[in-house]
């Protein structure tokens, strides 16, 4: 046995105690990704599932190592003693102990099973009106599409940004290109998976206007951790107004940059993986189209976030600055795989796959000009 000295043990002490309190501080509302902080009924629902089986496990937690404590107290081995009386079975222990977690598990399983409906049934499903989105993981990254409030038989695409108006249901379906990936808003509920030809669906409701954030909840490759989006809840009038923003044609370049940008754009592929166009004819269906690879750039410097990590804004606003996104698409253009790890843009394009297309430092210059155009 190892036998602690004075110092050693009250190291270990203070190790235990930092230990326990950093456990704590995980819990703290105030941060960007803590479901504490609960926005949303979908969210509140959870919570409180969470409350309810935490507090009953503590008790039943402190009732079973109390009596375990109590008994090696009690009944330990003392000098002199003979070997205790042996026993075999109790039956009205045995019955107890059966009868009494069976009757806790029922407890928790009336606010589990009614959680389970409220969340599983949207207050206001698509059949009644009810605004839906369809959201699709990629390898690493967000799709999303909207109907176009112009054309019902489109669709609205967009990326890594999910807007939605504040105090109305977002019927969301949940479908995956490649592996299964994990929708999840900690402040607004979530954690519904997306599985390749599987559709799931589920709803959220925002109850406060502002920021969250998403994040990927289920592994699903090198840059799992990086698989992130931002969710704005917001009134209705500016998510309206969003949404027909979104809707429009990116304007023609007529800087003479970014119309050399465009023409790159073009002849260095990049077409091939991303769209300039954010409408989708409903008929092509949900399927890995050319130009889908990537995400729709149609509006892409409109975005907050590029690939939904390098902040386009100072901390806190909402207003995209131009400095900023200028400065983050040139980072991300010369080089992927240094902000987003094993991305498929710089495991596949051509201009980064094969040293004789490398873009010039010129090179990036006009296609970043260009994409400053797509606002
Ligand atoms: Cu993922």
Not at 131 to 142: K, N, S
Not at 227 to 250: C, D, G, T, Y
Not at 284 to 306: I, M, Y
């Amino acid at each position: 046995m190892v036998i602690l000295n004075h110092r050693s043990r009250r190291i270990a002490g203070v190790a235990v105690i930092g230990v326990i309190f950093a456990l704590m501080l995980g819990c703290t509302p105030s941060h960007f990704q803590s479901t504490f902080d609960a926005r949303g009924p979908v969210a509140d629902s959870q919570l409180f599932v969470f409350n309810v089986i935490f507090w009953v496990g503590a008790v039943v937690f402190v009732a079973v190592e109390g009596a375990i404590i109590y008994a090696v107290i009690k009944f330990r081995r003392r000098p002199g003693d003979g070997d205790p009386v042996q026993i075999h079975g109790h039956n009205r222990l045995e019955i107890a102990w059966t009868i009494v977690p069976a009757i806790i598990l029922a407890f928790t399983a009336v606010p589990t099973i009614q959680g389970i409906f409220f969340m599983a049934n949207s207050p206001v499903p698509p059949e009644r009106g009810g605004l839906e989105v369809d959201a699709i993981g990629h390898q690493w990254w967000f799709e999303f599409r909207y109907s176009n409030p112009n054309d019902p038989n489109q669709q609205v695409v967009f990326a890594n940004e999910l807007h939605m108006p504040l105090g109305e249901p977002l019927n969301i379906r949940l479908r995956s290109v490649d592996v299964i990936h994990s929708f999840w808003i900690p402040k607004l509920g979530g954690k519904v998976d997306m599985v390749p030809n599987n559709d799931n669906s589920m709803w959220l409701q925002g109850d406060f206007e502002g920021e969250f954030y998403g994040q990927c909840a289920e592994f699903c490759g090198v840059s799992h951790a990086n698989m992130r989006f931002k969710v704005i809840v917001e009134s209705r009038e500016n998510f309206n107004a969003w949404l027909l923003a979104q809707a429009m044609p990116a304007p023609e370049p007529v800087d003479v940059l970014a119309i050399q940008g465009k023409e790159l754009f073009r002849k260095a592929g990049c077409q091939g993986c991303h769209a300039t166009n954010s409408i989708m004819n409903l008929a092509d269906g949900g399927r890995r189209l050319p130009g889908r690879v990537g995400p729709n750039l149609s509006h892409v410097a409109s975005r907050l976030d590029l690939v939904g990590l390098l902040p386009n804004r100072e901390e806190g606003v909402l207003t995209v600055n131009d400095a900023m996104i200028q400065q983050n698409l040139k980072t991300w253009l010369t080089d992927p795989d240094d902000v987003k790890p094993g991305n498929i843009m710089g495991r596949q394009a051509k201009v980064y796959t094969d040293p004789d297309s490398r873009l010039e430092e010129s090179e990036v210059d006009a296609l970043v000009a260009y994409l400053m155009t797509l606002k």
